[in-house]
């Protein structure tokens, strides 16, 4: 059965990838599916090290400790989603739409780890660990992209002064 879930999962994922993608923030996109990605799995790789939860059943697992549908797959493909719905909100707005894009990725996750062995609680953890985590993350990934676009809205500006700067000297 956990088989069959993980094989519905990952084919869910390929199916929203052309999605998430769109042609006008293609690099943008592409940044935030693999810096969520990478946050995902060095999270995860430290929690599992850790004995915090564990995935008894995986893809891949001679290669693998983590859920790799999970961290490289669909959680950066809602990151993306998340920053292309929350692109032009106020931040009260932001963090609000961060905790109800956690909400149903944790309650999958405590469904899976009650009646699967997908994934297993170990020690401390616990749903509200999980829900915070994945909207924290969600958040830093938000910000890093925020100070990026303004980086760039900076240096384009910077860039279209001086381009008019030396056609006034000519």
Known sequence: MEKKILKTLLFIGLLLFPFAF????????LLIFFLKGYLSSFIATVLVKNKNISYPIRLMPK?????????????P???IFFNQTSLNSRPHIIVFQSFLYSMPMTILEVLFEKYTDLIKYKHHWNWLIT?????TTLLVVRVFISFLRKLSLEGAQNKSQNNTVNLKEM
Request: charged share 20%; with cysteine; proline share 0%.
């Open 22 to 29: 769109k042609r006008e923030n293609l690099k943008e996109n």
């Open 63 to 75: 290669y693998f400790s983590i859920s790799v549908v999970f961290d490289y797959l669909l959680f």
């Open 77 to 79: 493909i809602l990151c």
């Open 131 to 135: 829900y915070l985590t994945l909207t």
